[in-house]
């Protein structure tokens, strides 16, 4: 009797829990409904809810239409430089912040934590003339370089910093002759790997689906990134639904596929980072 | 003293107050190049933006010709203008209609997902964040065409129904919840997981003691769960309304810069966004953009305040 109650009380969590499933998931399976159909069944009344055989119709549409490789490879450098800056940057300052002591440490910590709290929309309209008179608009460089040391990626480093690395091992790598850059290099970022792989993974996936700013800074098509160049799509070409949703689909998918493999260590460190603020 | 502090010579004699602090951040010069990029990268891309934003508030500019000084004539001329305070009262609308669905069905998720014995656990997990890895970009496009006014897929769930078709963007109301609703379906799994970890987090001591005093699970909820949770909870209350301030993407997409039929889509970021740079009024985008962080302010303290509320 127990275990049968037992039973149907799995079964109705499950039955919960895949009906929230459905709901996240259904966006997905919609997209590639639309992406692998012809724009007229798309308009059909009912809709038609299984996958149709034109997505390389689409793609090749797609492809016919606007540069989706150049926005592809133009998005992965910028993601990719932006990343590898970042982790660089942050982990450095994040190190000396955890494990040196020097005048000042805590007002210039407390002062980056409260920068955290500035809405960055504030500065929208300075940002951008700043960028005109350095001569930046339209490149790569107003994308990459503000961000490249950002309080989170600091926060996040000497979070993982201070509880990983020992005191130990930075005594013996001075009595070893290290001098600081290399006391960083050889003996703290082996160590702080785990830490670097969650932060270069959420500024990856940031990077990537960043939309306002490379909107208001980027003014060539030749330099869109894919967010942009999906929005044009969108704007521009809407009649050819089918188009538009094969478009989305490719820029979607990269990401997703990258996320799936890193996943499960991605979700742990999300949640760990909260509970800690 | 750590042996590390020995080791630095910090235990040293001082010699005169000021000329061993100077010593000292002499000494540690490598250690303030390695932090300088952040305070570098602060100064010239973010607090002097804003300084400048001030200033720039006070002056008429296309970006191009001659600056104006205009005094507080653009503030004026904000708390009269009748768009930017829609802009406000439809952030703060979709804020409420996307805030509390997302983090009661969170709540619920978590609370499900932290069941004991859940097989399945981290496969769950992943189908439920999988939604804040998609674009924001990609996320309207799709709603897009779910929420369609005459084709949509929604509408096609509804008249088979038998009931009426909704125009989604050109309604004031339903606009707003089809806004609400790319928030929603993007970010509830996220707070799930948020909650998840805060539930795994709690004794489960103290579960066992309520079954023994014979707690059902709603009582158990709303007593144990609940109040433990709090500090968890205000995180994703914060962030959300930071976020919720700054929609702009999702409107802009789904019905453009001008924020749809009678602006009823205008968020105050998209209105900095259309005043700035698609009408070059660069003065009076940041007018806005000031006009914003005080809405931001006056949220912030309001958590703030909930946050300070003592336990009852």
């Known amino acids: 009797m127990i275990g049968k109650h037992a039973v149907v009380k799995k079964l109705i969590l499950h039955l919960a829990l895949l009906i929230g499933v459905a709901v996240s998931m259904f966006p997905f399976y919609w997209l590639t409904v639309m992406a692998t159909s012809t724009t007229s069944d798309i308009y059909k009344f009912p809709p038609k809810v299984t996958f149709g055989t034109e997505l390389m119709t689409n793609i090749q549409n797609v492809l016919a239409n606007i540069d989706f490789f150049g926005s592809f490879v133009n998005t992965v450098f910028v993601s990719t430089a932006s990343t590898l800056l970042t982790l660089f940057f942050c982990s450095l300052a994040g190190f000396s912040f955890a494990k040196f002591d020097f005048p000042g440490k805590k007002v210039l910590f407390v002062l980056l934590l409260a920068t955290m709290m500035i809405p960055g929309q504030l500065s929208l309209v300075p940002s951008f003339i700043i960028m005109q008179k350095l001569g930046w608009v339209g490149t790569y460089k107003s994308l990459i370089i503000p961000g490249m040391a950002s309080a989170f990626g600091i926060f996040w480093m000497r979070q993982y910093a201070q509880g990983s690395i020992h005191d130990d091992l930075i005594n013996a790598g001075r009595i070893d002759g290290c001098n600081h850059f290399r006391l960083f290099w050889n003996v703290a970022l082996p160590i702080l790997r785990p830490a670097l792989a969650f932060l270069g993974i959420f500024t990856f996936i940031g990077s990537w689906n960043d939309y306002l700013w490379p909107l208001i800074i980027l003014n060539n098509p030749e330099k869109y990134t894919l967010q942009i160049t999906l929005s044009q799509l969108n704007g521009i070409y809407n009649t050819d639904y089918a ?19 890193v996943s ?14 | 003293m750590s042996n590390l502090e020995l080791a630095t010579g910090r235990g040293r004699k001082q010699t005169g107050k000021y000329g061993s602090l100077w010593r000292e951040i002499y000494r540690n010069k490598v ?18 933006p804003i300084l400048f934003s001030f200033y720039l508030a006070f002056q008429k500019w296309d970006g191009i010709g001659e600056m104006q000084f205009v005094g507080l004539d653009q503030f004026r001329y904000l708390i009269t203008d009748t768009v930017f305070w829609k802009a406000i009262w439809n952030t703060l609308e979709i804020w409420i209609y996307s805030t509390i669905p997302m983090l009661f069905f969170a709540l619920v998720i978590a609370f499900l997902l932290n069941s004991a014995f ?4 981290n496969l769950y997990r992943i189908a439920y964040f999988l939604p804040n890895v998609t674009s924001i970009v990609a996320v309207a496009i799709i709603f897009g065409t779910l929420f369609g006014n005459t084709y949509g897929f929604l509408n096609f769930i509804l008249t088979s129904f038998g009931l009426e078709p909704i125009e989604w963007l050109n309604s004031r109301f339903w606009l707003k919840i089809a806004i609400a609703s790319m928030i929603v ?31 059902s699970t709603v009582q158990t909820f709303f007593r144990i769960t609940i109040p433990l949770l709090r500090p968890v909870i205000l995180f994703t209350v914060i962030t959300s309304t930071i976020g919720g301030m700054q929609i702009f993407t999702e409107p802009q997409i789904l019905v453009g810069n001008g924020g749809g039929p009678n602006a009823e889509g205008m968020t105050i970021v998209l209105y900095l966004y259309q005043q700035a740079f698609t009408k070059n009024l660069f003065g009076y985008g940041s007018a806005v953009a000031w006009g914003l962080f005080v809405v931001i302010a006056v949220f912030s303290f309001i958590n703030w305040k909930i946050v300070q509320r003592p336990e009852s």
Request: no cysteine; glycine share 6%.
């Open chain 2, 31 to 48: 250690i303030y190049l390695f932090i300088s990029p952040f305070y570098i990268l602060f100064a010239i891309f973010g607090l002097f």
């Open chain 2, 118 to 121: 859940l097989r399945y656990r």
């Open chain 2, 185 to 215: 379906w993007r970010w509830t799994g996220y707070n799930a997981i948020i909650y998840l970890a805060g539930l795994q987090s709690i004794p489960t001591v103290l579960y066992e003691a309520a079954r023994i005093d014979g707690a």
């Open chain 1, 264 to 277: 499960r260590q991605f979700i742990s460190d999300i949640a760990a980072g909260a509970i800690k603020d």
């Open chain 1, 243 to 261: 188009m538009v949703m094969a478009g989305t689909l490719m820029a979607t998918l990269p990401l997703i596929v990258m996320f799936l493999l």
